[in-house]
């Protein structure tokens, strides 16, 4: 429930972990572009940052219980009225309080109360992350719609290092933002419970140690793909190639450089997938040698031609695996660049690669790559095709999940 002329209301749940002082700018950023903000911490979250804090930075009062104001039945009114519920960091046992309806305080009471989405963007030691109760706990409560944002990956608490970091604030930012920005749909999670692959970025194919050849894809596409889907309550795999972007709260970001490896890459996140959608610009040649030290010039010679041979067609393997008898069913999208007689070579193109979808794009050196806009055809197997009108890749993204979700099984 948005409160008219007013910016959409989030409560932001704070829990007892370390982390707590990067909420203080996400809190920034939130107030800061419009949307009014209650903070409600745990009692152990104001051992890390106190009550002052999030009072002067969210200009709204703090109380940890619902014995404050009882007259207002705060922990059953908040909870009623807000946009969205964004916790973090959410801490192991947190977790574990929500997904038991464990009720607390105020911030435990809240969450039974609410009725927008939730996002839980949990934070703790890698040990702690990966025990089976918590992995239990996430599973619960992701099956009950909310979003559980995966942990990044990196320098932890004290010397050590793993998964476990709660993701910076322009992640979580991102992250709130496209919760609520999915227009009257954004208490649609139609992608909870399914895990799905994205490719994104370009490959790169050495010659030797520091020469390759790649391409131009920004990889802005792909990121945009798994940030709405992570929107819309699926578990992401994000197998990026080459991309100089922040990693989309709550993906698990796996990196790659050549096309054979990003082939092994997506297709081992590709076997427990519901969806894979290829928008990766994968080189279709490698060189046929590797020079295992730099290449040289000599004077007065001429250069060795390189010589090239082919990669593997992943998107065609993806398909091909998911066509095997008692394979998994998915939906596989591939996506087609195109400079020329677009929708022919991409009819063409959806018929030889096999797959469910295929997005077809015009590209050339002032379209799509590197811009944040993109335009496109989306065609499926069934003849079908869907077109979208130039807009933000956000959008485009949007519209290739509301396809993938209808032929989901
Ligand atoms: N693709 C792939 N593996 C390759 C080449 C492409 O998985 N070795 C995927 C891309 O990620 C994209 C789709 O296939 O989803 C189409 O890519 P594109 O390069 O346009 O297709 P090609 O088959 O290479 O056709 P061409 O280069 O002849 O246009």
Redesign the pocket.
């Known amino acids: 429930m948005t409160t008219t002329g007013e910016g959409p209301r989030v409560l932001l749940g704070v829990g007892g972990g370390i982390a707590a002082y990067k909420v203080c700018e996400l809190l920034r950023r939130l107030t800061e572009s419009g949307h009014r903000v209650r903070v409600i911490p745990t009692r152990d979250a104001l051992r890390f940052v106190g009550e002052p804090t999030w009072a002067a930075l969210s200009g709204e009062p703090v109380t940890t219980e619902v014995w404050s104001d009882v007259a207002q039945v705060p922990h059953v009114r908040l909870g009623q009225g807000a946009d969205l519920v964004f916790v973090a960091p959410a801490t192991a046992d947190l977790l574990a309080k929500a997904a038991h309806g464990i009720a607390d305080d105020l911030l435990t009471n809240t969450l039974l109360t609410a009725r927008c989405p939730v996002v839980f963007a949990p934070a703790m030691h890698t040990e702690m992350w990966e025990h089976p109760a918590t992995q239990a706990n996430v599973a619960t409560l992701r099956s009950r719609g909310s979003v559980v944002i995966e942990p990044a990956v990196g320098r932890l608490t004290g010397s050590d290092s793993g998964k476990g970091r709660l993701p910076d604030p322009d992640a979580l930012f991102e992250a709130a933002r496209r919760v609520l920005t999915r227009g009257g749909r954004h208490d649609e999670r139609d992608l909870t419970g399914r895990h799905v692959v994205v490719?994104a970025g370009g490959t790169r194919e050495p010659l030797d140690p520091v020469r390759f050849i790649g391409n131009r894809s920004s990889g802005l596409q792909g990121y945009a793909l798994a940030r709405t889907a992570l929107a819309r309550g699926a578990q992401v795999t994000l197998v990026a190639a080459n991309v100089a972007l922040p990693d989309p709260a709550g993906a698990d970001v796996v990196p790659t450089g050549s096309?054979r490896e990003?082939?092994d890459a997506?297709l081992k996140a590709a076997a427990d997938a519901d969806a894979v959608v290829?928008?990766?610009?994968?080189?279709?040649f490698r060189p046929a040698d590797y020079e295992d030290v730099k290449i040289k010039k000599t004077a007065g010679v001429e250069p060795a031609p390189i010589r090239l041979v082919?990669?593997?067609?992943?998107?065609?393997?993806?398909v091909q695996e998911s066509r095997m008898p008692g394979a998994r069913r998915q939906v596989v999208?591939?996506?087609?660049?195109?400079t020329h007689d677009v929708l022919e070579?991409g009819r063409q193109?959806l018929a030889?690669?096999g797959?469910d979808l295929?997005v077809v794009n015009e590209v050339g050196e002032r379209l799509t790559f590197g811009a944040p806009d993109n335009a496109a055809v989306i065609l499926s197997a069934d003849g079908a095709a869907v077109e979208v009108p130039r807009g933000t890749k956000e959008a485009l993204a949007d519209v290739v999940w509301d396809l993938v979700a209808t032929r989901l099984p």
């Open positions: 490719s096309a990003m082939r997506v290829m928008a990766a610009a994968v080189a279709d082919e990669n593997p067609d992943i998107l065609a393997e993806v999208v591939g996506f087609a660049a195109e070579h193109k030889r690669k797959c295929l």
